[in-house]
């Protein structure tokens, strides 16, 4: 079993960074593929970004809205995965969740994943 512990999130202006990040505890996770979505009000849950291992590298996608603003890493040592968020806008005001899936193969739908964070609530303001 894999818990992820999302400290983190807050309130930020437009324009301003944030860094959440997601705490595995209970396995090695540096083997899965790691997820970030989220939720806002009256919305489906979307897909932010993912991260995998291929044969060779950590491989990135993200999801068209946060391109070029959004970086997804992780840290083996410390079995934490992050999503960095710079230049951000109101419209990505939402619940942020990470999720993990133990197969090391998972995209863009929550479906993929085994394991959820809790959710942090990222606000941000005009």
């Known amino acids: 079993q894999v818990q992820l512990v999302e400290p983190g999130g807050g309130l930020v202006q437009a324009g301003g960074s944030l860094r959440l990040s997601c705490a595995a505890s209970?396995?090695?996770?540096?083997?899965?593929?790691m997820g970030w979505f989220r939720q806002a009000l009256g919305k489906d849950r979307e897909f932010v970004a993912r991260h995998m291992w291929t044969s060779i590298s950590y491989y990135a996608e993200y999801a068209e809205s946060v391109k070029g603003r959004f970086t997804i890493s992780r840290d083996n040592v410390k079995n934490t995965v992050y999503l960095q968020m710079n230049s951000l806008k109101p419209e990505d005001t939402a619940i942020y969740y990470c999720?993990?899936?133990?197969?090391?193969?998972?995209?863009?739908?929550?479906?993929?994943?085994?394991?959820w964070g809790q959710g942090t609530q990222v606000t941000v303001s005009s």
């Open positions: 209970g396995r090695d996770i540096s083997s899965y593929a």
């Open positions: 999720a993990a899936a133990r197969s090391g193969y998972a995209f863009t739908s929550p479906n993929e994943y085994n394991y």
